[in-house]
Structure formats: structure tokens, C-alpha cells
């Protein structure tokens, strides 16, 4: 006999429905019904059946049985965030939502490409998912992908069509929770680097900002938002332009953390104390800028996570026949480190 049959043989045979019914002593009809939790099961079969499972440790089958019922117990999450700045945070609070072991979550990356996203969603609705979960790569709204035969849920990216459900964070609340913090640590000449100009989250940050400054009284050193792109190369330069320009400012408010390990760099090659003469801030809070910049940055954190568990609830609950509509803001907040508070 070949090695293979050897192996093939020696392995254990799973324990199947049929073997928990004989071990039971009752049909494979009602093994399964008691399995399943029907109502017409007596209550002692209903606890030999389940003695009888657990001691041949009988798995049923969990994909056969969703589909019985209607579901397959999975979501699909389509992304279009490419980094996984975005989606992997918010996969992980709609894991933590949906329960260990009760749905599973598969995670597709369109790249912001339209034809991509197209063949991933008949991936996942060929796979009968129960939900969809669609993670944007910025906030401004995306289109809808109109009406399909599970439900969908939109985070981070609005639909453009209200009738869809879409999860946000509340980008011009965080630029005002920047704001005063700021304000609360002394800071009066404030000056606001941001990204591009084009994305609705650059905006949003920066209309906070300024109303928080406005109700103090105070605006931005200069007057105005200095956009430009996501990135540190563009932190270096602004910090620059302002240093060079604004004497006296003594913060730096950054629409991203990248922008801020930007500025924290020149300030640093020029010999100026953070946070003792100027304070930095940035916004997402994201691992990967943060970690090693000097000194430690804090950031508005737009709790990702929490926005993953709201969607995956919003999900739950349309598959469940209750679907929410219109679009909901997540509230974020201030992570304090050592670029505004010494000793944080």
C-alpha cells in the first residue's frame, strides 16, 4: 500500500450527524433538529443528542447549516484604502462586533479601482455573503453601489445616496478638539499645515479649527490654512515657510500625523524645544507615524475601531430586517503625548 493510503487510513474519520444519532439512540431527523435548537425536540433528547455530539466531539457543519437557514454567517469588507490605515482598524472593531467566532469577515482591496471593486463585490455576493461593509480611502462621498440583494454599509466614505447607511468620523470636531487642547496648554498663535485642499477631510478639520480659534477670539497665524499634500516632505516644507514668516508662533496644528513628523523634523534640526517653544499636533493617531517620532506626538485619534463596531451593528441590525439610513458621525478624540505636554 502506498504511503499516502498508510497516512490516508491512519487518519481519524470525522464523527458525522449520523454517528451522534445512533450514539444517541434517536433518528438522524431529530439529531439534527435538537442540534439546531427546534422548538419540537423534547428536552431530555434535546440533552442526549447534545451528550452524544460532545462525546464523539461531533462539528457540524456551520456552512451547510447557515445556508439552510438563509445565512452564511460571513460579511464581506471591501476596502479601497491601500495602506490598510483605515480598514484594518475598523475589520477589527467589526470582528470585535460581530463576536468571536460568529460571523466571519473576508477583506477585499479594490485599490480605488472602480472595474476591481466590480469583480471583488461579485466575488463576495457569489460567496453569499449576509452584508457588505465598504471602507472609502478618504471621506469625501463615494458613489453608491446602488441596490443589491444584501445589505450595505458605508464607513468612513459616505454614499452619495441618503437612503444608504454610511458611518463617519467627525472631522470638524476633531479640528475644534485640536483646537482646545491647544488652547487649554497656553498656546495663542496657532498655525494649521494641512493636506490637499481637495479632500473633504482637510476641509472639515480646518472649518474646526478655526471656529474653535474664532470663540476664543483669536484666528489662524497668518490667516489662513496652508494646504498642501499627506505627506512629511510637505510637513518639512510648511515648517519652514512658517518659521520663516510668523515669528512668535508658538503651535502647529497638522492635518495628519506624516505632515506632523514633518514639522517635528525641522524643528528639531533648528533647535527649537517641543513642546516648550512650539506645541505639534497631527490627526489619525496612526501606529505607524507615530511610533519613534520625538518627542511622542499627540494626535486626534478618530477611533477607527469604535466606527468599525457601529458599522458591523448597523449591519446586524439590516440583515436582521431594520436597516438604518443616512449618515452618522463618530466622535473622536485627543491622545495627549509629549509634543503639547511635558511629561505625557
Same mark, same amino acid.
Given at each position: 500500500?502506498?504511503?499516502?493510503?498508510?497516512?490516508?487510513?491512519?487518519?481519524?474519520?470525522?464523527?458525522?450527524?449520523?454517528?451522534?444519532?445512533?450514539?444517541?439512540?434517536?433518528?438522524?431527523?431529530?439529531?439534527?433538529?435538537?442540534?439546531?435548537?427546534?422548538?419540537?425536540?423534547?428536552?431530555?433528547? @434535546?440533552?442526549?443528542?447534545?451528550? +452524544? +455530539?460532545?462525546?464523539?466531539?461531533?462539528?457540524?457543519?456551520?456552512?451547510?447549516? +447557515?445556508?439552510?437557514?438563509?445565512?452564511?454567517?460571513?460579511?464581506?469588507?471591501?476596502? &479601497?484604502?491601500?495602506?490598510?490605515?483605515?480598514?484594518?482598524?475598523?475589520?477589527?472593531?467589526?470582528?470585535?462586533?460581530?463576536?468571536?467566532?460568529?460571523?466571519?469577515?473576508?477583506?477585499?482591496?479594490?485599490?480605488?479601482?472602480?472595474?476591481?471593486?466590480?469583480?471583488?463585490?461579485?466575488?463576495?455576493?457569489?460567496?453569499?455573503?449576509?452584508?457588505?461593509?465598504?471602507?472609502?480611502? &478618504?471621506?469625501?462621498?463615494?458613489?453608491?453601489?446602488?441596490?443589491?440583494?444584501?445589505?450595505?454599509?458605508?464607513?468612513?466614505?459616505?454614499?452619495?445616496?441618503?437612503?444608504?447607511?454610511?458611518?463617519?468620523?467627525?472631522?470638524?470636531?476633531?479640528?475644534?478638539?485640536?483646537?482646545?487642547?491647544?488652547?487649554?496648554?497656553?498656546?495663542?498663535?496657532?498655525?494649521?499645515?494641512?493636506?490637499?485642499?481637495?479632500?473633504?477631510?482637510?476641509?472639515?478639520?480646518?472649518?474646526?479649527?478655526?471656529?474653535?480659534?474664532?470663540?476664543?477670539?483669536?484666528?489662524?497665524?497668518?490667516?489662513?490654512?496652508?494646504?498642501?499634500?499627506?505627506?512629511?516632505?510637505?510637513? @518639512?516644507?510648511?515648517?519652514?515657510?512658517?518659521?520663516?514668516?510668523?515669528?512668535?508662533?508658538?503651535?502647529?496644528?497638522?492635518?495628519?500625523?506624516?505632515?506632523?513628523?514633518?514639522?517635528?523634523?525641522?524643528?528639531?534640526? @533648528?533647535?527649537?524645544?517641543?513642546?516648550?517653544?512650539?506645541?505639534?499636533?497631527?490627526?489619525?493617531?496612526?501606529?505607524?507615524?507615530?511610533?519613534?517620532?520625538?518627542?511622542?506626538?499627540?494626535?486626534?485619534?478618530?477611533?477607527?475601531?469604535?466606527?468599525?463596531?457601529?458599522?458591523?451593528?448597523?449591519?446586524?441590525?439590516?440583515?436582521?430586517?431594520?436597516?438604518?439610513?443616512?449618515?452618522?458621525?463618530?466622535?473622536?478624540?485627543?491622545?495627549? @503625548?509629549?509634543?503639547?505636554?511635558?511629561?505625557?
Amino acid at each position: 500500500m502506498p504511503a499516502g493510503d498508510d497516512a490516508t487510513a491512519s487518519r481519524p474519520r470525522a464523527a458525522t450527524l449520523r454517528d451522534v444519532a445512533l450514539l444517541a439512540g434517536v433518528s438522524v431527523a431529530t439529531a439534527s433538529k435538537a442540534l439546531n435548537g427546534r422548538d419540537n425536540v423534547h428536552p431530555d433528547t @434535546r440533552r442526549r443528542v447534545v451528550e +452524544a +455530539a460532545e462525546r464523539i466531539s461531533f462539528t457540524p457543519n456551520s456552512l451547510a447549516q +447557515a445556508i439552510l437557514a438563509g445565512s452564511t454567517g460571513t460579511v464581506g469588507l471591501l476596502t &479601497n484604502d491601500l495602506e490598510g490605515r483605515f480598514s484594518l482598524p475598523i475589520l477589527m472593531g467589526a470582528e470585535d462586533a460581530f463576536g468571536a467566532g460568529q460571523m466571519s469577515v473576508f477583506l477585499c482591496d479594490a485599490r480605488d479601482d472602480a472595474i476591481r471593486e466590480q469583480y471583488h463585490l461579485k466575488a463576495l455576493l457569489g460567496r453569499r455573503v449576509d452584508g457588505l461593509i465598504v471602507v472609502g480611502s &478618504n471621506t469625501d462621498p463615494r458613489p453608491t453601489l446602488g441596490t443589491l440583494p444584501v445589505p450595505v454599509v458605508y464607513a468612513y466614505a459616505p454614499s452619495t445616496d441618503p437612503q444608504d447607511c454610511s458611518i463617519v468620523p467627525d472631522n470638524v470636531h476633531a479640528g475644534t478638539l485640536a483646537v482646545e487642547h491647544l488652547l487649554a496648554t497656553g498656546r495663542r498663535r496657532i498655525a494649521h499645515v494641512s493636506g490637499d485642499v481637495r479632500y473633504a477631510a482637510a476641509r472639515d478639520r480646518a472649518a474646526g479649527a478655526k471656529a474653535a480659534l474664532a470663540a476664543a477670539g483669536l484666528e489662524l497665524v497668518g490667516g489662513q490654512v496652508r494646504y498642501g499634500s499627506w505627506s512629511e516632505e510637505w510637513g @518639512r516644507a510648511a515648517t519652514h515657510t512658517v518659521l520663516d514668516h510668523e515669528p512668535g508662533v508658538d503651535a502647529i496644528l497638522c492635518g495628519s500625523d506624516q505632515i506632523a513628523r514633518g514639522a517635528l523634523d525641522v524643528l528639531r534640526e @533648528r533647535g527649537i524645544d517641543v513642546p516648550g517653544a512650539v506645541s505639534v499636533m497631527g490627526f489619525d493617531n496612526w501606529e505607524v507615524m507615530i511610533s519613534g517620532t520625538r518627542p511622542p506626538l499627540t494626535s486626534v485619534d478618530m477611533n477607527f475601531e469604535t466606527l468599525g463596531r457601529r458599522a458591523a451593528q448597523h449591519l446586524v441590525d439590516a440583515i436582521g430586517g431594520s436597516p438604518a439610513h443616512g449618515v452618522e458621525t463618530m466622535p473622536c478624540r485627543v491622545v495627549v @503625548r509629549g509634543s503639547t505636554a511635558r511629561g505625557a
